[in-house]
């Protein structure tokens, strides 16, 4: 059974936790990760929103909540 497969029997939540901790693990070693070329543009074109008001920022934890329904 591939990943995927597995993935789609998860509730929500549990994917949600799965991704969380997956992150909590990649992010331990940012530092060893190289961002691929595209990467600049697309955080220019990103902070270019936030500029003109077109982009909102939300906090991870509002985030989290608003996907597992608790909000």
Partial sequence: MS??????GLPRL???RLMEALWCDLSRHADTFESPAW???ALKET???LADGREAI???SEV???LT???
């Fill in 3 to 8: 990943v995927e497969e597995l993935a789609l």
């Fill in 14 to 16: 549990e994917k949600l």
């Fill in 39 to 41: 990467h600049e543009d």
């Fill in 47 to 49: 902070e270019a929103r």
């Fill in 58 to 60: 939300y906090d991870w």
């Fill in 64 to 66: 989290k909540k608003i």
């Fill in 69 to 71: 329904g608790q909000r």
